[in-house]
């Protein structure tokens, strides 16, 4: 009887560390990637605020059940400066690519992905201005804090005119997908 307690045990264990790898579960759902959004539409209002609000947009390519994508989502939320980097000129959006979903009319537009996540920097009327390749932005097996914010600093400098500001910082960025 007790072996028959212990299979069983092993089989819910086994079926719950399972399930909750699996993509849109509930560990996954802190990267933003959400298959079932209008990656289109979120773009269009991300354009609109960007050239209210004098900004770039980051699009952030990505699937939630990839571990980099998930990381690098948790590190723009959790690194100070990254964070404070993109509430101040930056308007996120979060593009999924997965099976359920790859995007491919609005990723058609950009140069073809050679891995995830990947970021493209675009100005505020949507033209793209840089694809950025994540896997320069590691160090070992995480993402390089001075590596990710030499990259947001890099395409605020080159935006942001002389003695102006690019749209305040009111404490959240502002962000689709």
Known sequence: MIYIKNLFATFIAIFLT???ALPGTAQNKGAGFDPKRDAAKDLEDAIHLARKLNKRILVDVGD??????RNLSEFFETNEEA???LRKSYILVKVNWS???ENKEVLS????????PHLFVLDGNGKLL???RTFLLHSG??????KVISFLKKWVQ????AGCGSGGDNGDYERYG
């Open 158 to 161: 080159s935006h942001e005119p």
């Open 130 to 132: 840089h694809s950025q």
């Open 18 to 20: 399972a399930f909750l």
């Open 141 to 146: 097996g995480h993402h390089d804090p001075a």
């Open 64 to 69: 939630s059940g990839c571990g980099w994508c």
């Open 109 to 116: 537009r950009y140069p073809k992905i050679p891995g995830y």
């Open 83 to 85: 964070a404070r980097l």
């Open 99 to 101: 099976l359920e979903n």
